[in-house]
């Protein structure tokens, strides 16, 4: 069965979190998030660079440069976040991957995907940054290599 979120969507809500976690004192490089969160570099830097559109992520120049959130963690929730990578369909498609899957030409588990979809958009709308980051040990990953 395939996921629910894409692996962008995946790979942006983590690199929030890193930079929620890491971030505070000084901004992070996009090879720390990178090698820390084994996101390829292109591809993570084609992700920031539209969470920095949407103003969730900030950018900084010069040699003290990097990345860090661009607002407090306590208003940034990860709808937002996902919406900013995957687009407003995000909790249209079927979980099932029919692309003509609707109410009036129902896949076999439409109608429970419509209650799982409202729980899930539920959690992602009242879930923030800064919740998550309290809650979840995120540690960095280059320890475990």
């Not at 990178?34 to 103003?55: A, E, H, M, N, V």
């Not at 607002?71 to 407003?88: C, D, H, K, P, Q």
Request: hydrophobic residues 35%; positive net charge.
């Amino acid at each position: 069965m395939p996921t629910i979120f894409s692996k962008s969507g995946e790979y942006a809500m983590q690199a929030v979190l890193y930079l929620a976690k890491y971030s505070a004192s000084h901004p992070v490089l996009l090879k720390e998030i990178s090698d820390s969160l084994k996101i390829p570099r292109p591809y993570l830097s084609k992700l920031l660079q539209g969470l920095i559109r949407d103003g969730i992520v900030a950018s900084h120049k010069g040699t003290r440069g990097g990345f860090s959130l661009a607002r407090a963690s306590n208003t940034i929730r990860l709808e937002e976040i996902l919406r900013s990578v995957e687009g407003s369909s995000i909790h249209e498609r079927c979980v099932l991957g029919f692309l003509s899957c609707r109410d009036s030409n129902p896949c076999p588990v439409h109608p429970e995907w419509i209650r799982a979809r409202s729980l899930i958009h539920g959690i992602l709308t009242r879930r923030t940054i800064d919740e998550l980051t309290t809650r979840f040990d995120l540690t960095r990953r280059e320890s475990e290599s």
